[in-house]
Nanobody, 114 residues
Framework: QVQLVESGGGLVQAGGSLRLSCAAS????????MGWYRQAPGKQRELVAG???????NYADSVKGRFTISRDNARNTVYLQMNSLKPEDTAVYYC????????WGQGTQVTVSS
């Protein structure tokens, strides 16, 4: 079955960096467009970054220039490098396909202190 396992979250001060990882199994990862999503308390889940099977990327305006999504098809893993973190980036971060079709993992908590 499909399994998405996110890791790499934590507590960081504003201006700091974190690198999230998402290991996927049960899917043909190399041909899957993938995305990183986040959900803050009381808010809807939102897509923050996407990457196609060919490596093209897109970002939400709120993270453009600060976050970088990448993928390693040999490892079935998608990454999110987050720099210049802000308190408003605090959320649980999830990965999924670009259209959110797979069962959601447990996510990884990112907390940015001011």
């Amino acid at each position: 079955q499909v399994q998405l396992v996110e890791s790499g979250g934590g507590l960081v001060q504003a201006g700091g960096s974190l690198r999230l990882s998402c290991a996927a199994s049960g899917i043909i990862f190399s041909i899957s467009a993938m995305g990183w999503y986040r959900q803050a308390p009381g808010k809807q889940r939102e897509l923050v970054a996407g990457i196609t099977s060919g490596g093209s990327t897109n970002y939400a305006d709120s993270v453009k220039g600060r976050f970088t999504i990448s993928r390693d098809n040999a490892r079935n893993t998608v990454y999110l490098q987050m720099n210049s973190l802000k308190p408003e980036d605090t959320a649980v971060y999830y990965c999924n396909s670009r259209n959110g079709r797979y069962p959601w993992g447990q996510g990884t908590q990112v907390t940015v202190s001011s």
